[in-house]
């Protein structure tokens, strides 16, 4: 099995594997290049994001700064946005609803080490899939952890640490996030 066949199965895999190395680097060149293109350049940066990213809707519209580690794990549906300063880092498989907004400086990590301090100084690790909802909105300086399922509708408070899955319809707030009123939708 490849490095990146167990990577994306949730296994320990080695990230010093040629073929993971030279995908990182990929991502880091398109990121690059997305982070200096100017924002009135909408064609081109949506182009950028495209095809960085394993499935995107229509419209997607990113700020700079913005870094992941691979790209192609991140699949995000219609009229996403992103605010300036967000890292995800797509080691396993990222997937986000349609009408999502993410504030600045959010981080989102599928990435983990091992708990046992002998095997996590081997250099191996390992990653667990976040998903999140469709009319999700992630507030500023809110981290998702590896492994977080967040159903529909639901809203993240700014500097909250999210660290297990959560249903619809809620706001989450603190660290670690828990449910502190529901929301009401207008349909």
Same mark, same amino acid.
């Given at each position: ?6 990577? !994306? ?12 190395? =030279?995908?990182?680097? $990929? ?11 100017? &924002?009135?350049?909408? =064609? ?16 997607? %519209? &990113? ?5 992941? /580690?691979?790209?192609?794990n991140? %699949?995000?549906?219609? $009229? ?7 890292? &995800?880092?797509? #080691? ?5 609803? +349609? ?13 983990? %080490?091992?708990? /046992? ?29 590896p492994? #977080?399922? !967040?159903? /529909?509708n639901?809203? #993240? ?12 319809? &809620? #706001?989450?707030?603190? +660290?670690?996030?828990?449910?502190i ?7």
């Amino acid at each position: 099995m490849s490095e990146r066949t167990k990577m !994306l199965a949730g296994d320990l895999y080695n990230p010093s594997d040629d073929e993971l190395v =030279q995908m990182r680097l $990929n991502a880091r060149l398109m990121t690059e290049k997305l982070n200096q293109t100017s &924002i009135v350049d909408l =064609q081109v940066r949506t182009k950028l994001l495209k095809s960085l990213f394993g499935s995107t809707g229509k419209n997607i %519209h &990113i700020e700079s700064m913005f870094h992941c /580690d691979y790209g192609s794990n991140i %699949h995000v549906g219609e $009229n996403f946005y992103v605010n300036f300063a967000c890292v &995800i880092l797509d #080691v396993a498989e990222v997937r986000i609803g +349609n009408n999502c907004m993410i504030a600045p400086q959010v981080g989102i990590y599928t990435a983990t %080490h091992p708990l /046992d301090p002998v095997e996590r100084n081997s250099g191996l690790e390992l990653a667990k899939p976040i998903t999140i909802g469709d009319n999700c909105w992630i507030g500023g300086q809110a981290t998702i952890n590896p492994g #977080v399922t !967040l159903g /529909d509708n639901v809203v #993240v408070a700014s500097g909250s640490v999210v660290t297990k899955s959560f249903g619809s319809n &809620i #706001v989450i707030a603190g +660290n670690p996030a828990k449910v502190i009123k529901e929301v009401v939708t207008s349909v």
